[in-house]
DNA sequence: GTCTATACACCGATAGAC
DNA sequence: GTCTATCGGTGTATAGAC
């Protein structure tokens, strides 16, 4: 049986990514309220119309966008060395999550839109990968506790949530745009206030 | 001379207030973009139109319970006792900023809304309101840092910016949602995890 | 000053020509 | 499958009666 791949299922696949990332873009920019499908197809250099040739509605726009970023996580989650401890493994989500987003990547969490976060909840695809990077992040908790390394006094949902949040903390935003900080320091900066907090512990 | 104050006056800024109790009930339930002058109109009991003899615009509305909130801010932390360490004082408008968000006081970031953002900034009021604030808050943060007190690998403007983050965080409302912990529970974790960091720092 | 009614603009989604 | 044109709905803000 022969695999080429027609020519113009080649082209339509091309345009879908370009599509993506057109509303990657603009999602990390503007938002899920204020992203509009003629932002998009602008963008693209497409019309409108034919926007919904490839995604039936704006809520399934946001959705393969997102989805696509909880697979990337994934990924990241499984290139980790084994024999790191797992609160190295917690500490590099976080870094890898900032960094993404200072390259323009959007942040995990889709909590600025009451509207989005209704209509993901009815997508089985963004639920299901969700569900597993919330897992795999629950697993490394428990295990980075059994071995000692995390405080008693922060529960381990706050941990998990407090990872997602970060992603999409407006920190991030202000420290680049007053520009005293490199993004590489905004990033380390943020980790090392993530992970021991803003108090020295030099003293007793 | 009289200070009696009309009756008429006093109806209407009674309704004042009761549609600025409307709009920050409503703002931190939904946010801006997705609040509509319907929907504060309906919260207040009148008519769409006769909000526009109070605030001159939806924008402007926002802006009169952002700078409220200010006010109530600073209002808090002239309250501290002045001896208090400065890290204390931190800690505590943290703590206070968590407390009021709970029972139902809006976030003090527009950090969600992008169209929101770029309103206030011209809004004379509460871009005042917000430098004297934000003041206060790198007067601290240095404070705490020449009493030793604040780790050295945090810069103050991550601080401050993540203060303000701290109190529009959306892990409090999944936390909330989960149901396992008490609200004084959630802003102890959160207190605990800002200055303190997951990490445990029990052994070397 | 509060109401009803409406002007005006925008957006998501669809229809139909090519 | 991509375009142009448009429908239906919604939201801010205003006009005018009372």
């Known amino acids: ?5 027609p020519f113009r299922k080649q082209q339509f696949d091309a345009r879908e990514e370009a599509i993506l ?5 603009l999602l990390s920019d503007k938002g899920y309220d204020l ?12 019309a409108k119309g034919s926007l919904y040739k490839h995604f039936s509605s704006k809520e399934k726009l ?16 499984d290139a980790m060395p084994a024999d790191w401890p797992a609160v190295r493994k917690l500490e590099e989500i976080l870094r890898w999550s900032l960094q ?11 909590s600025t839109s ?4 209704r209509s993901l909840i009815l997508n089985l695809e963004y639920v299901a990968l969700a569900l597993r990077v919330n897992k795999r992040f629950h697993t490394l908790v428990a295990a980075a506790r059994r071995a000692g390394d995390i405080a008693a006094a922060v529960p381990d949902d706050v941990i998990v949530y407090t990872l997602y949040s970060r992603a999409c903390d407006p920190t991030v935003e202000f420290l680049v745009r007053d520009g005293k900080l490199t993004h ?4 380390e900066a943020m980790v ?13």
Chains 1, 2 share one sequence.
């Open 1 to 5: 049986m022969t695999l080429k791949i």
């Open 192 to 204: 090392a206030a993530t992970f021991d907090g803003f108090r020295s512990h030099a003293g007793a």
């Open 184 to 187: 590489e320091e905004i990033v």
């Open 100 to 110: 993404h987003r200072l390259r323009g990547g959007v942040p995990h969490l889709p």
């Open 62 to 77: 946001a959705a393969a966008v997102l989805s696509r970023l909880l697979r990337e996580t994934l990924a990241v989650l």
């Open 35 to 46: 992203m509009t499908m003629e932002d998009v197809a602008a963008a693209v250099g497409v």
């Open 21 to 25: 990332d057109a509303v990657n873009g």
């Open 114 to 117: 009451r509207a989005l976060q």
